[in-house]
Structure formats: structure tokens, C-alpha cells
């Protein structure tokens, strides 16, 4: 099994930053896909940002041009950088970790292991 837990989760200012980080332990994988989804109380969980085992990268598009995401492949970390943003930001951000690649979509179905999940609000 695969444990994750995130952390950098805050309260910030519109057009702040953020840093959140998730780090895995337990299994390792070989080919992978992690990354963040957000949740609100009035949406589905959604993708925000993947990045598989070969360092493809995916975003959705409310994201595009504000955020980061990176890993450090040795321990099978991710982080996710979000600068200038938006009240629409607000949610509950949650890491998550598939097997195979990221195959150019979200599909949280096909996660098999989820963080907690940190709060992030934009006012």
C-alpha cells in the first residue's frame, strides 16, 4: 500500500502563493502518475495537476500559467506551485497516486491511493 500525505495547505490573499507538497510511503511504483485534485462542497472532485514517471505534466486549464507542479522522482514526492491566485482556488486539495502513466487525463477513478487533503482558501 501507498500512504500519502500532503501539507502546505493556508488561508492567503487573492493573488498570493502557495506551496503544497505530498510526499509517499509504503509501495514504491514503478510507473506512476501523482498529483493534486480540489474539491468543493458545490463540485466533484476535479484534476488540477498530474505528473507521471516521465516527467509529463498535465493541468487543467483554470490553472494554466499560475501553477507548477514538480516531483522529486527518488522519493516519490510531488509539489505544487500556485502563485497569483483566485478566490476560485478554494478548496480542499488532495493527492492522489495511480499506477501507469497519465495517459493525457484526470480520471480520478483510476487513482488508487488518496491523501487527507489540506484546506487551501483564497479571500
Known amino acids: 500500500q501507498v500512504q500519502l500525505v500532503e501539507s502546505g495547505g493556508a488561508s492567503v490573499q487573492a493573488g498570493g502563493s502557495l506551496r503544497l507538497s505530498c510526499v509517499a510511503s509504503?509501495?514504491?511504483?514503478?510507473?506512476?502518475?501523482m498529483g493534486w485534485f480540489r474539491q468543493t462542497p458545490d463540485k466533484e472532485r476535479e484534476g488540477v495537476a498530474v505528473i507521471g514517471c516521465d516527467d509529463t505534466t498535465m493541468y487543467t486549464n483554470s490553472v494554466k500559467g499560475r501553477c507548477t507542479i514538480s516531483q522529486d522522482n527518488t522519493k516519490m514526492s510531488v509539489s505544487l506551485q500556485l502563485d497569483n491566485l483566485r478566490p476560485e482556488d478554494t478548496g480542499i486539495y488532495y493527492c492522489?497516486?495511480?499506477?501507469?502513466?497519465?495517459?493525457?487525463?484526470?480520471?480520478?477513478?483510476?487513482?488508487?491511493?488518496w491523501g487527507q487533503g489540506t484546506q487551501v482558501t483564497v479571500s
Open positions: 509504503g509501495d514504491t511504483i514503478g510507473r506512476y502518475c
Open positions: 492522489a497516486v495511480r499506477e501507469g502513466y497519465c495517459y493525457g487525463r484526470f480520471a480520478k477513478n483510476e487513482y488508487h491511493a
